[in-house]
């Protein structure tokens, strides 16, 4: 087919106006917030309707076109950058929550749903969402089941894939294929909404998506800690997990991030120092004041200086948004800012942090530190210019030490942010050979000619 009948097949089925072919409309979808080079698709293409997005993927497969779908493009490991050539599929206009079940706790959603639109919809009837990555006022809760999405309430709550309960989804033959169910309990057939998640586009289209709902903590309480040291923070976390106690939300900033975002949005954090720990309690008012109590306790004979727990809601929501800041303050302040996600046992965070200091002095690179501590998923973020040749192999040599870290701790290359063309290099290193051997195989049974988001988790085609 010549390339003005296929951009007429694509108009037949998704309409003229939602098919871009011009420049400017695919170098805007040629990208995402991972530090890679951008590639051009061919063209993008917005379905607005279930089966338009079958026929769009039965389309690509039938003329071998690469297909990448995209949600919002904030992955942060190039999950959405097109293959040369390829067609780029918007979920922006699937965006319908198609049911709320209260009595049942799920919901039913098309992909291109915004997530915190949808948790502030479930809020509404009285249930509770929990899945919050700092990117959600943007992203997509179908790029949040493709990548496994977490968020700061991930070490009491779990992430994504813990509220997936079904996904149907178009198979490369544009095939509706169906997994999971509203039910609580389901074991019919193999666990394919399992598979589905983290799946990066690579081995089907999400079409739907049911998600589990909770009733929300009847109570919460909100807390910063003020520590001398990295180390003494780090610690206290290790004691906190150490002790029993689980709070919903347990971050962590050192000194430079503390000072960038103070910057950013004067949300009136201590400047002064060393690190802080963001801390949140939740559930029955009784609990929450006895962890609050006990936490309080363990800071204290940690080495925290101060202790402040946010007397009110707004109090409660800045604290949180400084947290939230630290990514685009970080960001804001060099050219080029690569954020990594490698996680290691909670018990390690102290070593890890120790760790990073030593990486950062010995390749003279600016790292600021932030994250999710309590699940021992940090955010090392080195701040630099990719086009500074010299310093630029310094963080590439700095990414491969923080990797081999994080792995010799027994941890993971990634706790969240996923594989996709940043990171597949290295699983090999995390897995085995027969690990990734398997994946290729399983990936080319389910997409033969090799269509669906090539290259991304398991590598090229060899
Ligand atoms: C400021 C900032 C903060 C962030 N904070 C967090 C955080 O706290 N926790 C966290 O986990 N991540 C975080 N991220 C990373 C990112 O937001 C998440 O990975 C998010 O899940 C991506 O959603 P998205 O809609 O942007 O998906 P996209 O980036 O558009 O896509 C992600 C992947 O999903 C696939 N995909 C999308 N829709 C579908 C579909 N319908 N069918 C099949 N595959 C599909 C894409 O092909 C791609 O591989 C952050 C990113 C930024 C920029």
Known sequence: MTKETIVKEFEAI??????????????AYSYDAAVLDSVMPALVVRPRTSEALGAVTKLCNDNGLPLTVRGAGTNLSGGTIPHPGGVVVLTNGLNRILEINEEDMYAVVEPGVVTAQFAAEVAKRGLFYPPDPGSQTVSTLGGNVAENAGGLRGLKYGVTKDYVMGVDFWDVNGEMVKSGSRTVKCVTGYNLAGLMVASEGTLGVFDKLILKLVPP?????????IFPSM????????????????????????????RTVENFRGAGLPIDAAALLLIEVDGHPAQVEDEAAM?????????????????????????????????????????TCVLEDATVPRSKIPAMIEALDEISKKLDLTIGTFGHAGDGNLHPTILTDKRDKTEWKRVE????????????????????????????????????????????RMKSVLDPKGILNPDKIVGPRS
Request: with cysteine; glycine share 6%; hydrophobic share 45%.
């Open 217 to 225: 903590a009847q109570a919460a309480k909100s807390m910063m800690a």
């Open 295 to 335: 936490v309080e306790k363990i800071c204290k004979a940690n080495g925290a200086t101060e202790l402040k727990i946010a007397k009110d809601a707004a109090e409660r929501d800045a604290v949180w948004q400084a947290r939230r800041d630290a990514l685009p303050a970080l960001a804001k302040l060099k050219p």
């Open 397 to 440: 040599k700095g990414i491969d030490m923080i990797f081999d870290k994080a792995l010799a701790m027994g941890g993971t290359l990634s706790g969240e942010h996923g594989i996709g063309l940043a990171k597949s290099k290295y699983l090999e290193q995390e897995t085995s050979r027969a690990t990734l051997e398997y994946a290729r």
């Open 14 to 27: 998704a309409g003229a106006e939602n098919v871009m072919t011009s420049e400017t409309d695919r170098h």
């Open 231 to 258: 180390k003494a923070a780090s610690e206290t976390v290790a004691a906190i997990i150490a002790n029993k106690i689980v709070p919903a939300t347990l971050e962590m900033m050192d000194n430079f991030t503390i």
